[in-house]
């Protein structure tokens, strides 16, 4: 059985860190997919399926109706025992840019939790739309600059 892990600004809120230390990992960065509970879920469940296998994190903006309680209730009845990890983290929409979703982000290191004076960025070549994994993940290698990193997450969603 799965757990969701549910974590704001980098403070664990519930179960334990998603952060991985393996050199695999390392290597290959981070996958983010950025998803908000407005979307529907079907389309919520999938992303958390392709993200549990890959290895990714989901990020929410922040709490449902501004409510750790909702936000944890719903994350409990959309993704059942499917996702591993799920963050809230409004730093990371801002300081990717990040609009609109579902977006696929692809970095060369993992997401760091800004402190009082820095909120780092790292490489990243984003997509944007509800277009799966695969697709999202193949036009990065074929267009963007992390080709390498997501190669690495395509090769484990077609394992």
Same mark, same amino acid.
């Given at each position: %059985? &799965?757990?969701? *892990? ?16 393996? $050199?695999?990992?390392?290597? !290959? &960065? ?8 407005? %979307? ?14 890959? &290895?990714?994190?989901? /990020? ?5 109706? #501004? !409510?750790?309680?909702?936000?944890? !209730?719903?994350?409990? /009845? ?7 990890? %799920?963050? /809230?983290? @409004? ?10 979703? @579902? ?9 760091? @939790?800004? #402190?009082?004076?820095?909120? @780092? *960025? !790292? ?5 944007? =739309? ?11 290698? $074929?267009? =963007? ?15």
């Amino acid at each position: %059985m &799965g757990r969701i *892990i549910l974590f704001f600004l980098g403070v664990i809120l519930q179960s334990v860190s998603f952060a991985t230390t393996s $050199n695999e990992h390392a290597k !290959s &960065g981070q996958l983010l997919v950025f998803v908000s509970f407005s %979307m529907s879920k079907i389309s919520l469940q999938q992303w958390a399926t392709q993200c549990q296998k890959v &290895g990714g994190t989901l /990020v929410l903006r922040g709490f449902k109706n #501004n !409510s750790l309680k909702e936000t944890l !209730s719903a994350a409990n /009845v959309i993704f059942k025992d499917r996702v591993e990890g %799920m963050i /809230v983290d @409004p730093t990371a929409f801002e300081r990717y840019a990040i609009k609109t979703v @579902p977006a696929v982000l692809v970095t060369d290191q993992n997401l760091v @939790p800004c #402190n009082e004076t820095n909120c @780092p *960025i !790292s490489r990243f070549d984003v997509i944007y =739309g509800d277009i799966g994994l695969k697709y999202a993940l193949e036009k990065i290698k $074929n267009d =963007g600059e992390l080709d390498k990193n997501a190669q690495i997450y395509l090769e484990r969603l077609n394992a």
